[in-house]
């Protein structure tokens, strides 16, 4: 089942089953057998919420809101293509300024370049299983990529986020 499979019908037709299967069970006991009809709102409402949270659970859509898309090799080329621009661009502007610079600049964009050359390394070599070290190495990639561009605040959408991300931000 997918999460474009989950239909609301689906979750009735659960919990119809649901009732039947303690009616048959209510009967054999000798206790007063439950019916669909008979259901009070609150025990229906109840038996709803159940019955969609398993179905959300099946379906995937959990699976969507609570884990990050894994980027695919065009997401990992575009924010490798941008972090090699925005740090192009930060070298060039430095030189620029020649030593009118703060102390230790270098040394933090050399830190960075490490950093970001790590995880990329992560990404790029990750084997099908998807781990938790892949995860963290795409989430600092997809930080340094919005923390070096120079004009961050314009832009609406990250070109290299992975389809269903906003699943997972929105879950």
């Known amino acids: 089942m997918t999460a474009g499979d989950y239909l609301p019908d689906d979750v009735t037709a659960l919990l119809k ?3 039947t299967r303690e009616r048959e069970a209510a009967k054999e006991t000798g206790d007063r057998p439950v019916y669909w009809s ?8 109840a038996l ?7 179905f959300r659970l099946a379906s995937g859509i959990m699976l969507e809101q609570c884990v990050p898309p ?5 997401n990992i080329a ?4 941008h972090i090699t621009q925005c740090c192009e661009h930060l070298r060039e502007a430095a030189a620029a300024r020649g030593d009118l610079l703060p102390e230790g600049l270098w040394d933090q964009l050399g830190t960075a370049e490490q950093r970001i050359a790590m995880a990329l390394d992560i990404v790029e070599n990750a084997p099908a299983e998807w781990s938790r070290e892949a995860d963290a190495a795409w989430a ?3 930080r340094w990529a919005r923390n070096l561009e120079p004009n961050r605040a314009s832009r609406h959408r990250d070109p290299w986020g992975p389809e269903g991300w906003t699943t997972y931000i929105n879950g």
């Open 78 to 81: 575009a924010i490798r293509d």
């Open 38 to 45: 008979g259901l009070s709102d609150r025990k229906r409402a």
């Open 70 to 74: 894994r980027p695919t090799a065009d």
């Open 140 to 142: 600092e990639l997809a």
């Open 17 to 19: 089953k649901w009732v």
């Open 48 to 54: 709803y919420a159940e019955g969609h949270h398993f």
